[in-house]
């Protein structure tokens, strides 16, 4: 069992940053590829990065490659989303998930799910 809680999100304008957390519970947090999605009113959820086991594979969805990065601390079993030039579309509620099998972009993989935290970008 993994419980995940999210934090850092709030209102930002457009082109700042903001640094999303996950903290997570359980001792085998290492074991488990990690994910962020996003969820806009109106629309479904969507992938936007995910990170392996160890930390080295990471990819991202083509609207925030380049933007947003992706970091896991195994030691303090935390993930992380660096969000830089956020743009008004980027306005979401923040998921992080948990995924006992691999890396991957598609949400009904993954175990476990946080509550989310929501991201307001002003223009």
């Known amino acids: 069992q993994v419980q995940l809680v999210e934090s850092g999100g709030g209102l930002v304008q457009a082109g700042g940053s903001l640094r999303l957390s996950c903290a997570a519970s359980?001792?085998?947090?290492?074991?488990?590829?990690m994910g962020w999605f996003r969820q806009a009113p109106g629309k479904e959820r969507e992938f936007v990065a995910t990170?392996?086991?160890?930390?080295?594979?990471?990819y991202y969805a083509g609207s925030v490659k380049g933007r947003f990065t992706i970091s896991r601390d195994n030691a303090k079993n935390t993930v992380c989303l660096q969000m830089n030039s956020l743009k008004p579309e980027d306005t979401a509620v923040y998921y992080c998930?948990?995924?006992?099998?691999?890396?991957?972009?598609?949400?009904?993989?993954?175990?476990?799910w946080g509550r989310g935290t929501q991201v307001t970008v002003s223009s």
């Open positions: 998930a948990a995924n006992s099998r691999a890396a991957s972009t598609t949400g009904t993989y993954y175990d476990y």
């Open positions: 359980g001792r085998t947090f290492s074991s488990y590829a």
């Open positions: 990170i392996n086991w160890s930390g080295v594979g990471t």
